[in-house]
């Protein structure tokens, strides 16, 4: 009594006595599983980390998998039309194979005979002569063309789909008003000729006629296409060089050949490699150009390329090794062509 009434009077009330403790729930059973499984399993009996680690393998394997998926078409369609015509050919050229017949084996005997053969040399040398006399004035031509579009001008946009049309325009059409205009009876040529005191030009069946007629239908064609992506590379060069150059007191033409040409010199490569290697595989223009004669390029073969005698020599004559000879030859030019441009640009890039 003495020392309750002290904490009264204190002002102190008596400390609550502790709360007894709470009874423990009992554990339960999951489904199927041991004594308290049920509390460490989610739906299903299955780990709550294991929904986690599907998905990630899943994900995973979708990285790596999914460029090869998507870059799969290319390959067998490459594998399909494109490497598989390519081995074959070289099995053919190794073989005597006639249309409708079985292959015999022939070692090199195709590749010996297009050596000792007057027509593949005639062929050989007409590709080259219609790719030098119509690769070279259609790039130049396109190189000035380009430099003409360059400058501000009026209806700049029209002027650069106006070149591109001979592009868009089929070989066939192309090619048919090309032999009219050319034709040694009543071609437009011939007609201006005569009016300005020449003789008519036989454009059918003299060799350099002919191959200069050919040649006017490559230049036709591919001149504005050239000029554009000459046009392209010209318009990246920096205006600070040419402003430059203005100061010192260069004239346009001094700009030209000394910023201009330097600047889009690997663009002028390019379209070398590209337009020598479309040379070289020259069909549809003197296919069609002579008509019935088209496929052996003329009455004396005088504008017959490499192509052509390939298709006469598999699709006319029949001889499917000695035309798939001629292909590989054909491949083996274009190898050695890019061998030279890698070399070219080697050599450009150490003097630079």
């Not at 034709?183 to 201006?192: A, F, M, Q, T, W």
């Not at 889009?264 to 070398?272: A, K, N, Q």
């Not at 595989?281 to 002579?290: A, N, R």
Request: with cysteine.
């Amino acid at each position: 009594m003495a020392t309750s009434a002290r904490a009264t009077t204190d002002g102190a009330s008596p400390p609550d006595p502790p709360a007894p403790p709470s009874p423990l729930p009992p554990p339960t059973r999951g489904p199927g599983g041991p004594k308290g499984s049920g509390s460490r399993k989610g739906s299903g009996g299955r780990a709550p980390g294991s929904s986690g680690t599907w998905r990630s393998r899943l994900y995973r394997w979708d990285l790596k998998a999914t460029p090869y998926a998507f870059v799969a078409p290319f390959f067998l369609c490459f594998a399909a039309f494109g490497l598989f015509p390519l081995i074959y050919t070289g099995w053919l050229s190794l073989h005597r194979v006639e249309l409708g017949g079985e292959a015999q084996w022939r070692g090199f005997d195709n590749y010996t005979g297009l050596w000792d053969s007057s027509f593949f040399w005639n062929a050989l040398a007409n590709t080259f002569t219609i790719g030098v006399i119509s690769t070279v004035p259609q790039l130049l031509m396109a190189l000035g063309l380009a430099h003409l579009l360059n400058y501000r001008l009026r209806g700049r946009g029209f002027l650069r789909v106006a070149v591109l049309a001979p592009y868009a325009t089929s070989i066939a059409a192309a090619t048919l008003v090309f032999a009219q205009l050319f034709n040694s009876d009543y071609g437009l040529i011939n007609s201006v000729l005569g009016w300005v005191g020449f003789d008519p030009v036989d454009w059918e069946s003299s060799k350099w006629p002919a191959q200069i007629a050919i040649s006017v239908i490559v230049i036709w064609r591919w001149t504005g296409y050239n000029a554009l992506i000459y046009l392209a590379a010209m318009q990246a060069v920096p205006q600070d060089l040419y402003e430059a150059a203005s100061l010192d007191g260069a004239s346009r033409w001094r700009q030209f050949i000394s910023v201009t040409i330097p600047s889009i010199r690997p663009t002028i490569l390019f379209t070398v490699v590209v337009s020598t290697i479309g040379a070289t595989q020259l069909f549809g223009e003197p296919m069609l150009y002579g008509g019935s004669l088209g496929v052996s390029g003329g009455s004396g073969n005088q504008f017959q390329t490499l192509s052509l005698l390939m298709y006469e020599k598999g699709w006319i004559t029949g001889a499917l090794g000695q035309a798939s000879a001629i292909a590989w030859v054909m491949l083996l030019l274009l190898l050695l062509i890019g061998g030279v441009r890698l070399l070219v640009a080697r050599l450009n890039r150490e003097t630079t």
